[in-house]
C-alpha cells in the first residue's frame, strides 16, 4: 500500500477501463456474470466479482478497486513465498519475493484491476500445494486459478504431462531407476494421484458451457476470437513471439542482469554449505549446498514450456503481462543458483533489484507496452489532464478519437470525463486513419489525439525496413503522426499539447469558423 500510494487513486488505465471494469461494474450493478456495456471476452468472472464485493462493501472508486487488487497481489506474493521455501529455502524466497514484487510488470500489475497477475498468484499457491504433495489443494488452487484467467489452465494440463511422461518412463525403462536420469523424475509413489490435475477442467468447462448458452459464443465475441486466435496463425509469426517471449521471460526489464549471473554462476563449483559452529573446509567431508532438486526444476521447466509454447500461438498483443505465471518461476531458479554456486550472491541479487527499481521509472531503448512500468501513470496523468481541457473549452462537443480515449470520455464514472462526450472513433492516429477522419471534417469540432504507442527518441532496428514490415504484418505496429502534422491535415489547430518522456496528448481545435 506504501510502495503504491500515488498510484490508489488513478483513474482506469487501457484495458481496464475497456473491459475489466466495466465487466465488474455490470456485475456490481446487475448481478450479470457476462458484460452487457462492453462485448464479453469470455474471460471467467472470479476477479469481476471480487470487485463488485470490495465496491459493495466500501464503494465503487479507483482508491477501493486499487486497494482490492493489492490485496491480492500481497496473497499471490504469499503465495510465491510459499512456493519458493518448498523449492529451496528461507534466504533464496525471500530473495525471490524481494525482486519478484518489484520488477517492474509485477509492481505496476499490482494495483491494475486486471487478471493475469491474480492467475498467476493463484498457480503458485496451487505449485506450492503440488510440490508439497497436496493434491486436493493443487486442485482447488488450480481451479481458482482458471476461474481467474482461462489460460491457467496450462500449468496443470502441463504438469499432468509431466507426470503422465514420468509414469511412462519409469514402466517403459526400469533401468532407468539406477541412473542419475531418476533425479528428474518425481519421486515414486507421488504421482499416483496425478489424476487432482484434471479437475480445474471441470469448473472451467462449466463457465465456457454458462457463456455460450447465454451469449452463443464459446470463446469469446467473434473479434476478440479473430484477433487473439485466427489472426496470429501463421508459422513466422509464432516463431517470432516465440523469441518475444523468451526476451519476457530472461531479459526483459533487467531480466537480463539475473539470467546473465545465473548462467555465469553454472561455471563455478557449489558452495560448501556452513554447518553449526565450523565451515566444513576439506573436500572429502564437505557438503555442498542443496540445489532445488531437479524433478522439481522440470515440473517448472514443463509450465514454462507449455506458457512459451501456448503464448507464441495465441494473443494478437504480446502483452508481458500474460507471463507472470513463469517469469518469478525463473526468478526462482536463477536466485537458487546465485545462492548455491556464488559467495556474494546477496550483492547480486541486490543490483538485480536495482535494475528492476530503475526499469520503473526510465523507459528501455524498444518499443514496449507502457502498462509494464510507470510510463502508464504518465498517460493517465496527460489524459486526465486533456479530458479537463476539453470539457471546459468543449463542453458537449463532437470529438473525434481513438480508443481508449473514446471509452474515457464517453464514461464518466471511468474518472476522466465530468460528462459525457459525442465521440467519432478511429483506430489510431497514423497517416491512413487521420486521412480517412479528415474526410469526416464536419463531423467532429475537436479532436483528441495521442501516442497509442511509446515510440524511443533511438529505437533500435529503426533503420530496418524490412523488420518494421513485420511488425506492422503480425503485431499491429504503427506511427502515430504527430500533433502538428494531424492539426494540419484535419484543417485545425493545437490548442493544448503535452509531453512527458516519450509520451504526448493533444487537443486540436477543429471548429467550422477555422
Known amino acids: 500500500m506504501l510502495l503504491h500510494a500515488p498510484l490508489l487513486r488513478l483513474p482506469y488505465f487501457w484495458d481496464e477501463a475497456g473491459y475489466y471494469v466495466p465487466a465488474a461494474r455490470d456485475l456490481f450493478l446487475t448481478g450479470a456474470l457476462i458484460p452487457q456495456s462492453t462485448p464479453s471476452n469470455a474471460h471467467p468472472p472470479l476477479v469481476m466479482a471480487w470487485l463488485a464485493l470490495a465496491w459493495r462493501g466500501f464503494g465503487y ?39 519478484a514484487a518489484i520488477y517492474p ?44 484467467k482461462e489460460t491457467a489452465i496450462l500449468a496443470p494440463l502441463a504438469l499432468f504431462g509431466f507426470e503422465l511422461a514420468g509414469s511412462l518412463v519409469w514402466r517403459s525403462w526400469p533401468e532407468i531407476r539406477e541412473t542419475r536420469w531418476k533425479e528428474i523424475l518425481r519421486p515414486e509413489g507421488r504421482n499416483a494421484r496425478a489424476v487432482y490435475l484434471l479437475v480445474p477442467l471441470v469448473p472451467l468447462a462449466g463457465w465456457y458451457a454458462y457463456h455460450y448458452a447465454k451469449t452463443g459464443f464459446l470463446l469469446g465475441n467473434p473479434e476478440f476470437f ?36 545465473g548462467l555465469l554462476a553454472m561455471l563455478r563449483p557449489p558452495q560448501a554449505e556452513r554447518l553449526p559452529g565450523k565451515m566444513v573446509k576439506q573436500a572429502e567431508n564437505s557438503v555442498a549446498r542443496a540445489r532445488i532438486p531437479f524433478w522439481m526444476q522440470a515440473a517448472f521447466l514443463s509450465v514454462l514450456l507449455a506458457y512459451l509454447a501456448f503464448m507464441s500461438a495465441v494473443g494478437g498483443a504480446v502483452l508481458a503481462r500474460y507471463m507472470l505465471p513463469v517469469v518469478p518461476l525463473a526468478i526462482l531458479t536463477l536466485v537458487s543458483t546465485l545462492w548455491r554456486r556464488v559467495r556474494y550472491w546477496k550483492l547480486i541479487a541486490t543490483a538485480v533489484g536495482i535494475g528492476f527499481a530503475a526499469g520503473l521509472f526510465s523507459n528501455p531503448p ?74 469526416a471534417r464536419g463531423r467532429f469540432d475537436a479532436a483528441l489525439v495521442f501516442s497509442t504507442k511509446y515510440q524511443p527518441p533511438h529505437p ?47 487537443v486540436i481545435s477543429c471548429s467550422a469558423s477555422q
Do not use: C
Open 105 to 148: 510488470v509485477y509492481f505496476t500489475q499490482s494495483s491494475l484491476a486486471q487478471v493475469d497477475l491474480p492467475a498467476a498468484g493463484f498457480t503458485f499457491w496451487a505449485l506450492a500445494a503440488y510440490l508439497e504433495d497436496r493434491p486436493a489443494m493443487e486442485a482447488l488452487w488450480f481451479s481458482l486459478a482458471a476461474l481467474t
Open 61 to 99: 472508486s479507483p482508491l477501493v478497486t486499487r486497494t482490492a487488487m493489492l490485496a491480492l497481489s500481497a496473497f499471490s506474493l504469499l503465495g510465491l513465498f510459499r512456493l519458493s521455501r518448498a523449492a529451496a529455502n528461507l534466504q533464496v524466497a525471500l530473495t525471490t519475493v524481494a525482486l
Open 460 to 506: 533500435l532496428l529503426e533503420n530496418w525496413d524490412a523488420w518494421q514490415r513485420v511488425k506492422e504484418k503480425f503485431f499491429g505496429y504503427h506511427r502515430d503522426l504527430l500533433p502538428e502534422d494531424i492539426a494540419q491535415r484535419l484543417g485545425g489547430t493545437v490548442d493544448f499539447h503535452e509531453e512527458r518522456d516519450g509520451q504526448w496528448v493533444a
Open 366 to 439: 524498444y518499443g514496449f507496452s507502457i502498462e509494464d512500468n510507470l510510463a502508464y501513470r504518465d498517460y493517465v496523468v496527460m489524459h486526465v489532464e486533456a479530458s479537463r481541457f476539453l470539457g471546459m473549452r468543449y463542453p458537449g462537443e463532437r470529438v473525434l478519437t481513438a480508443w481508449p480515449a473514446s471509452d474515457e470520455l464517453t464514461r464518466p464514472w471511468l474518472g476522466y470525463a465530468s460528462l459525457p462526450f459525442r465521440v467519432l472513433r478511429i483506430e489510431d492516429f497514423s497517416l491512413p486513419q487521420i486521412e480517412v477522419a479528415a474526410t
Open 226 to 261: 479473430r484477433y487473439n486466435v485466427v489472426a496470429t496463425a501463421n508459422p513466422l509469426r509464432i516463431l517470432l513471439a516465440f523469441g518475444m517471449r523468451l526476451w519476457q521471460v530472461f531479459g526483459y526489464f533487467g531480466l537480463y542482469l539475473l539470467t546473465l549471473a
